[in-house]
């Protein structure tokens, strides 16, 4: 399977299953897109009428260029065969019953009453609560007990608003640094804040303590603050990017992400990420709004029109900041061409549910954060362990091939099927597509394939 778009000035031709990325001329491109359709001849006939006009487009010149498309074909870097899907089952199998990686919700409970929040102002569709030091140390006590030979854990501070538990996670840290040593582990630790009550305690024992940072900013102000508010109704953008400022100042400028959400008030996101810029923040996530398609804030399809125009002037303006030797990161685009994930991540996904899990603040474990509140989805709790195997056994069986609508995607093996809380929540089923989410998925692999190919030309000459 192949995949060829023009992007950038660049005609990129995609090898799905080998991974292999050309970038070609216009004739070859076109060559390429027949190739397994049409026969020889009759392409070499309608490329030599395309390029009647072009003198260097000769019959010999057709022919060498089938050469390098067969000799490209017989390496495996071309029309590669995708000998994957027998195996994607046993690659899933393999890191049955090991856990790798824990999302700690240490607070059901927030200061900002964001309109368009997941996540019901931090309740989860429950009630507010704070997670106890002792269901912390049970949770770290857990995920050592299942890692099995895994070395590297990693742990998520989570809400809901985690500063408003910010205590309890200190004491939490300091008792992992005793355990990991004990047990032979290293926990890397990652935060996540609205900013609202950073100090410079806060700034300290995070640049300390903590491997990433993700800081909750939507960009511009009047964008930031239609949305992420207080109970008073009043924004926050003000109080918390000085804040930020300070503490990115202070972490280096590095380890951390802007995360920002757009949605149907800001389609045009660029905008908002040129404010982040403007800020000095150089790491930037924005993401699309996840919400019911009834909600105010939903994406509309007008929208994602919209959406993909921005990804590709993203993509443009990143370009030329890497040119000027003023670059910077968005997630969404981080890509390896030459190495990337291995086949297991490419086709079996993020683990929620079998190697990573969320944990409530009473304890319970639910596939991830976005599943937290949905009752048929809890798999047990962090004392007696997993108990709804028939769950955890359904997203052990979730993987890009038990996905119809998937077969046949050029994207399949870097989405990985995709995320199932999203598929879940629009079609009722974690195998299902979220077709919006596909849709800017697919976007976002070109532009970040397209960028890294620019790159890589630009360091060849």
Not at 237 to 266: C, D, S
Not at 311 to 330: D, I, S, V, W
Not at 387 to 410: I, L, M
Request: charged residues 30%; contains cysteine; proline residues 3%.
């Amino acid at each position: 399977m192949i995949h060829c778009y023009k992007l950038g000035g660049l005609n990129i031709v995609l090898d799905i299953c080998s991974g292999s990325v050309h970038v070609v001329d216009e004739v070859a491109y076109d060559i390429i897109e027949q190739y397994e359709e049409k026969s020889r001849e009759d392409i070499k006939a309608a490329i030599l009428e395309k390029y009647a006009d072009r003198e260097d487009v000769t019959s010999e010149e057709i022919e060498d260029c089938f050469e390098q498309i067969e000799e490209l074909k017989s390496v495996g870097k071309l029309f590669t065969p995708d000998t994957y899907a027998p195996m994607a089952d046993t690659l899933k199998k393999k890191t049955s019953g090991v856990v790798k990686a824990l999302c700690l919700h240490v607070a059901h409970t927030c200061n900002l009453n964001c309109a368009y929040c997941f996540a019901s102002q931090g309740k989860y569709q429950g009630e507010r609560a704070l997670m106890s030091l002792e269901v912390g140390k049970r949770a770290m006590d857990f995920l050592i007990e299942n890692s099995g030979h895994r070395r590297n854990l990693e742990v998520d501070f989570f809400g809901g608003e985690p500063m408003m538990n910010f205590e309890m996670v200190k004491e939490l840290v300091a008792y992992a640094r005793v355990r990991e040593k004990e047990a032979g582990k290293n926990f890397r630790f990652t935060f996540t804040t609205n900013g609202v009550l950073i100090d410079d305690d806060m700034i300290d024992f995070v640049n300390r303590e903590m491997s990433n940072v993700v800081l909750s900013l939507d960009g511009r102000k009047e964008v930031h603050d239609r949305y992420r508010v207080d109970y008073a109704g009043n924004g926050s953008w003000e109080k918390i990017v000085p804040k930020f400022q300070k503490l990115v100042q202070a972490r280096g400028n590095k380890n951390y992400y802007m995360r920002g959400t757009f949605t149907h008030a800001n389609p045009d996101f660029l905008k908002d990420i040129e404010t982040m810029l403007d800020l000095g923040f150089t790491e930037l996530s924005m993401e699309p709004v996840v919400c019911a398609p009834e909600d105010p804030s939903a994406l509309t399809k007008e929208d994602l029109e919209i959406v993909k125009e921005q990804y590709e002037k993203l993509a443009e303006l990143m370009l030329k900041r890497h040119r000027q030797g003023n670059p910077f990161t968005f997630y969404h685009y981080m890509i390896d061409l030459k190495g990337g994930p291995c086949i297991y991540k490419r086709v079996s996904g993020c683990g929620s549910g079998t190697e990573y899990m969320a944990v409530t603040p009473w304890g319970d474990l639910y596939p991830c954060h976005q599943f937290v509140g949905e009752e048929a989805f809890k798999l047990g709790n962090i004392w007696d362990g997993v108990t709804n195997t028939e769950t955890q056994d359904e997203f052990g069986n979730c993987n890009v091939y038990t996905r119809p609508e998937c077969q046949d995607c050029w994207a399949k093996l870097y989405c990985s099927g995709g995320c199932a809380a999203n598929a879940y929540h629009a079609t009722g089923a974690i195998t299902g597509v979220y077709k919006h989410g596909c849709e800017l998925f697919k976007k976002r692999m070109e532009c970040a394939i397209m960028l890294e190919a620019a790159k890589t030309l630009d360091a060849e000459e």
